[in-house]
T-cell receptor, first 112, second 114 residues
């Protein structure tokens, strides 16, 4: 079993829809949680960064972390065709173990 | 502020050769990490360098090595290339300020081994 599980999709939604992306994890030591967006043949771009449990909002994006359930989510409101990409969740223990453990990525297509 | 830069962007090598990839972190960032991305295994951590010292290493064979220079620039080397080393190699830099763990990625070097 992988430490971080993510539904690979593909996920296809109409423009303007609310998108929900999720990851589950098994290592309770993870404290830092990130969401990256990766366009085809590009490097991952950091979208959201949260520490421990709670919600964080940035424009159309909201990240939620529920450490008790070992579950993190990314919501995209008013989705746009330009949001079409692969979304990767990533997490780390932090301090002396800073390496990121990634989910497999969810491929999202927003149809105009 | 300029982002993470990686050179070269594309590389074609044959089995048995060695390769060196270069990464320049965001100005002021002192931590550099390397990752390998393949369709089958996804993104996997290779190693992290801070102040010219390797702090963590992922589960990769000794053919994969790296180093960091005093200006925080980093290189990774893969010796005796195998077909399975074909991948996108990504470098990420981190500010390490306030305990922050954000890592910012470069565009990657796409290595093809023939």
């Amino acid at each position: 079993q992988k430490e971080v599980e993510q539904d690979p999709g593909p996920l296809s939604v109409p423009e303007g829809a609310i998108v929900s992306l999720n990851c589950t994890y098994s290592n309770s030591a993870f404290q830092y949680f990130m969401w990256y967006r990766q366009y085809s043949r590009k490097g991952p771009e950091l979208l959201m960064y949260t520490y421990s449990s709670g919600n964080k909002e940035d424009g159309r994006f909201t990240a939620q972390v529920d450490k008790s359930s070992k579950y993190i989510s990314l919501f995209i409101r008013d989705s746009q065709p330009s949001d079409s990409a692969t979304y990767l969740c990533a997490m780390s223990i932090g301090s002396s173990a800073r390496q990121l453990t990634f989910g497999s990525g969810t491929q999202l297509t927003v149809l105009p | 502020k300029a982002g993470v830069t990686q050179t070269p962007r594309y590389l074609i090598k044959t089995r048995g050769q060695q390769v060196t990839l270069s990464c320049s972190p965001i100005s002021g960032h002192r931590s550099v990490s390397w990752y390998q991305q393949t369709p089958g295994q996804g993104l996997q951590f290779l190693f992290e360098y801070f102040s010219e010292t390797q702090r963590n290493k992922g589960n990769f064979p000794g053919r994969f090595s790296g180093r960091q220079f005093s200006n925080s620039r980093s290189e990774m080397n893969v010796s005796t290339l195998e077909l399975g080393d074909s991948a996108l190699y990504l470098c990420a830099s981190s500010p390490l300020t306030g305990g922050g763990n954000e890592q910012f990625f470069g565009p990657g070097t796409r290595l093809t081994v023939l």
